[in-house]
């Protein structure tokens, strides 16, 4: 392992006058769009069981206001200390997982998920994961300058195996997917060769298959992945949310029907809406003019942080860049298809949209490790 040493800026303008200013103010900008599409999904429920209609607001504002201290406190460190963490923060997040099956794990809704911390918080270690696996990740690859051969791609396979898998027991299966993602896309980025490309490719896909026809997945997991193949049948069944949510976007047209004014949003046609189906809840209130708008603003953040990886001067910032930006941007693109119905219903979180907390400072960090990246770009 090499010594490490401080870096210092090159002379020249303060630090903090190099930060890419745009993926900041774009990140904030989806983040408090998405604070309030969070309400106006929330507010018509919570008012007919009588609680307070800001309850989901505030928690999600708070949830806001944590991540972006985070995205600064992360930006503000030089990104290289996370290649000496790297080991540590590895260990923490596999024990992290491994807690889920022990009576510390908080059950809901047939997952082992969450740890509970008190009456109202609440941690998911699996959405942690992800930023975590792509430090492991690229730490590897980085400490190898010339390449991944046959024995470093298995190491580094093994190496995201475990999180990944003991993710998709809980069952996860949306941060499995994600993991999965991310961790193909730095592969490539990382340079190996193309038979062994060629190679993890097909045996994904022999993978997949035999996952499905294993009977390795539950039925309903199968039924949510397939159901946008098939979206008429079980319409009271695996495919009722998504025809709901197909249906709330429709009815938005051009412009929308107005912030607030959605019925099917403030019927609670879609249920859980605010986490999953968020983007729903946006095409009907805003239309198709609003839903452009939000998904244009993440294409600036998903290419902002390309932006970060291609200016990089070394190997592990390009790649921690390059997870970060495979993280959010398969993220968006994922859950905007799922709720039009053209991508399998996986429960992939929208980026600073979808309420949750875990989720969203995930996201913030992810930014905060493309925007020290970019800081220190120079030397």
């Known amino acids: ?13 303060p630090l903090v006058l190099r930060a890419d200013v745009a993926l900041v103010a774009t990140t904030l900008v989806v983040a408090a769009i998405g604070v309030v599409i969070v309400y106006s999904s929330t507010r018509s429920k919570l008012l007919l069981e009588g609680a307070s209609p800001h309850y989901y607001l505030n928690r999600q504002a708070a949830f806001v206001m944590v991540g972006v201290v985070a995205m600064v406190v992360v930006a503000a460190l030089d990104y290289h200390w996370l290649e000496h963490a790297s080991a540590v923060l590895y260990v923490g997040i596999v024990l992290a997982l491994l807690a ?9 809704l047939g997952a082992t998920r969450w740890i509970q911390i ?34 470093d791609l298995c190491k580094v396979l093994a190496l995201a195996a475990v999180p990944i898998l003991l993710v998709a027991k809980q069952p996860d299966l949306a941060s499995a997917i994600v993991m999965s993602v991310v961790l193909l896309v730095m592969l490539v980025v990382a340079g190996i060769p193309n038979r062994f490309l060629v190679l993890l490719l097909g045996g994904t896909v022999l993978g997949a298959f035999a996952i499905v026809h294993l009977g390795l ?11 946008f193949l098939h979206q008429s049948k079980d319409l009271q069944g695996s495919t009722y949310n998504l025809h709901q949510s197909v249906a709330a976007i429709g009815s938005g047209g051009l412009f ?13 046609y879609v249920p859980e809406q605010q986490t999953d189906f968020i983007f729903s809840a946006v095409g009907e209130q805003l239309g198709f003019v609003g839903s452009a708008s939000v998904l244009l603003l993440l294409g600036i953040v998903s290419l902002r942080l390309l932006r970060a990886a291609q200016t990089s001067h070394d190997a592990f910032g390009r790649l921690l860049a390059v997870g970060s930006f495979t993280f959010i941007a398969f993220s968006a693109f994922e859950n905007a ?8 219903v996986a429960g992939i979180p929208l980026p600073f949209l979808s309420y949750g907390g875990s989720a969203t400072l995930a996201f913030f960090c992810a930014v905060g490790i493309a925007l020290s990246v970019h800081l220190r770009r120079q030397r």
């Open 1 to 13: 392992m090499s010594t490490f040493l401080p870096h210092r800026p090159s002379p020249g303008r």
């Open 100 to 108: 889920m099956f022990t009576p510390i794990g908080s059950r809901q």
């Open 118 to 151: 008190g009456s109202s918080i609440q941690i998911q270690p699996s959405s942690f994961a992800i930023p975590v696996l792509i430090v492991a990740v690229a730490t590897f690859c980085a400490r190898r300058p010339e390449g991944l051969d046959g024995r």
């Open 217 to 227: 997945l539950k039925s309903y997991q199968v039924d949510r992945l397939v159901s």
């Open 256 to 268: 929308g029907k107005g912030l607030f004014h959605g019925p099917q949003t403030n019927l609670q």
């Open 337 to 344: 298809g799922m709720s039009m119905g053209i991508m399998p």
